[in-house]
DNA sequence: TGCTCCCGCCACTAA
DNA sequence: TTAGTGGCGGGAGCA
């Protein structure tokens, strides 16, 4: 694959670097030789197709142009001008993809290109940061209980006083909480708080310390924001988490699906990829009974189905909506685990403060020990696999 | 009709 | 001062 990529990606940078820029393409988004319909059929020569247009077609388009042995650097301004987008949408791909570690940012306007070896190094930083931080109190500093207090905004802009909501937000996540903790915080820090990438982070946290590998973009909102927001913000949440959730879907971390009973969709994890004899993490196998695939996935047509873990999935969800409409975040993770006592759950990144146990640390310590080999498996066989490998190469090779 | 998510404004940051 | 960065939410495509 990172072969076809780099070829491909050669001969469209061989045609398109040295060019200007395409003078009011009718599509601009993808250029001639990227063109991937991600959903498939005769929408590619369309006035307008939303589908040619999603983030996740632009981050596959990205990765095929950027994934090779002999990229180091990445300019953002050459990315935008070759993918044919406004730089804005480059933003949101390269903080993606640099809170997952295939970029490191350099200076400005310059990444470095990383590569997907770097997937399993960061996801297990950040596993090993999650679990940190629910053994410490004390927080680091770009936890979800950071990014997803609200009330920082209340704070800084004396507006929206949802009191109920604050009240419950810091009593589960805030660290200002702790008393030596600053009573404000510099704007910089609060709208790095907010970044696509910490929430990309954290969203991805959810999956890596909640054990829930299927979780829908309502919930995360919830989980991320604390219950009892107001709907505005849950709303902006809930739209950013779609634009992560189809990055990571076109690098196949996550899959869309949808579940058979409440038909709502959720995203599972594929994250921690099983090496299968000459297969990646995204092995075609029919739906389970328990999920269907999503009719609806821009940039990717995901067809991974993990039989293994689908199993909790749609029940767990329900179990959480129940809980979440009683409005007890803790019981509803308990519930969640289907693990009934205290001592076995995992509260997750935004643990209430001062909710270290021993008991946990063990809990937490053994799962860990078991995904370790997930890591290293991971590593030699983490790849993104484009949804049509050969539609992807058709267009790439006419 | 509601979900999904592109688009671009504009506030903020860093050089 | 200015170019780079990216949060944010309006509103339109889509199922």
């Not at 053994?135 to 704070?155: I, L, R």
């Not at 704007?187 to 790095?192: A, E, G, L, N, V």
């Not at 299968?276 to 389970?288: H, K, Q, R, Y």
Request: with cysteine.
């Amino acid at each position: 694959m990172a072969a076809a990529a780099a070829a491909a990606a050669a001969d469209f940078s061989a045609g398109a670097a040295e060019d200007p820029p395409p003078q009011a393409p009718p599509a601009p988004y993808l250029p001639p030789r990227l063109v991937v319909d991600g959903g498939g059929g005769p929408c590619r020569h369309h006035a307008y197709s939303r589908k040619q247009k999603s983030l996740g077609l632009l981050c596959t388009n990205f990765v095929a142009l950027y994934d090779r042995d002999d990229v180091e650097s990445v300019g953002l301004d050459d990315a935008a001008r070759r993918l044919g987008v406004e730089r804005r949408r480059i933003y949101d791909i390269v903080n993606v993809l640099e809170s997952i570690g295939i970029l490191v940012r350099r200076a400005k306007n310059r990444y470095t290109w990383i590569g997907f070896g770097g997937v399993p190094a960061a996801l297990k930083e950040l596993k090993e940061r999650a679990s940190r931080e629910m053994m410490s109190p004390s927080m680091d500093e770009t936890s979800v209980a950071n990014v997803s207090d609200d009330e920082d905004d209340d704070k800084l802009d004396d507006a929206d006083g949802d009191a109920e909501s604050e009240k419950l937000s810091q009593s589960i996540d805030n660290p200002s909480d702790k008393p030596d903790a600053p009573c404000c915080k510099l704007r910089s820090d609060h709208r790095k708080e907010k970044s696509l990438g910490l929430l990309t982070q954290n969203f991805v946290k959810l999956f890596l310390t909640m054990e829930v590998d299927m979780i829908s973009l309502d919930e995360s909102a919830r989980l991320l924001l604390g219950e009892g927001h107001a709907e505005s913000n849950m709303r902006t949440k809930v739209r950013r988490l779609y634009d992560i959730a189809n990055v990571l879907s076109s690098l196949n971390l996550i899959e869309k699906t949808q579940q058979a009973d409440s038909r709502k969709p959720a995203f599972r994890w594929l994250g921690q990829a099983k090496r299968n004899e000459g297969a990646t993490i995204t092995d075609a196998l029919p739906p389970t009974k328990k999920t269907l695939p999503n009719k609806r996935t821009f940039g990717t047509d995901l067809t991974n189905i993990d039989t293994k873990r689908s199993n909790l999935g749609s029940t767990m969800e329900n179990k959480a909506k129940l809980a979440w409409d009683g409005g007890n975040m803790l019981k509803t993770f308990q519930r969640q685990l289907g693990q009934g006592s205290t001592s076995d759950f995992v509260y997750g990144p935004f643990h209430p403060a001062g909710a270290r146990t021993q008991e946990i640390d063990r809990t937490v310590q053994e799962k860990e020990r078991k995904s370790i080999q997930d890591w290293e498996n991971l590593a030699a066989s983490f790849r993104p696999q484009y949804q049509n490998q050969g539609e992807l190469n058709n267009s790439l090779f006419p």
